[in-house]
């Protein structure tokens, strides 16, 4: 049974940084792309970053230079360092391991930037 397990969020002051992590179990992490995801109310939700099996890395134009995704195959586990938060990062962001025909959520885990 493939599980995701995020952890990390909570409530950062504008400028701030949080780290992520999502932990996966069940299936053979190092062949699979992981990426973040988030969803703010209302809102849809929108990729955040992505990093492959060989460690290509993507990032969301409102992103870039602020947040670094990274992986730890040993591990696991993908991680989000977000810097520079802004109060419109604050969402709930989900973890997402997939690869051709599986798809695999976390939970989610709440990021809420605000003074």
């Known amino acids: 049974q493939v599980q995701l397990v995020e952890s990390g969020g909570g409530l950062v002051q504008p400028g701030g940084s949080l780290r992520l992590s999502c932990a996966a179990s069940?299936?053979?992490?190092?062949?699979?792309?992981a990426g973040w995801y988030r969803q703010a109310p209302g809102k849809q939700r929108e990729l955040v970053a992505l990093v492959t099996g060989g460690g290509s890395r993507n990032y969301a134009d409102f992103v870039k230079g602020r947040f670094t995704i990274s992986r730890d195959n040993a591990k696991n586990t993908v991680y989000l360092q977000m810097n520079s938060l802004e109060p419109e990062d604050t969402a709930v962001y989900y973890c997402n391991v997939g690869r051709a025909g599986s798809n695999y959520w976390g939970q989610g885990t709440q990021v809420i930037v605000s003074s």
């Open positions: 069940g299936l053979a992490f190092n062949i699979y792309s």
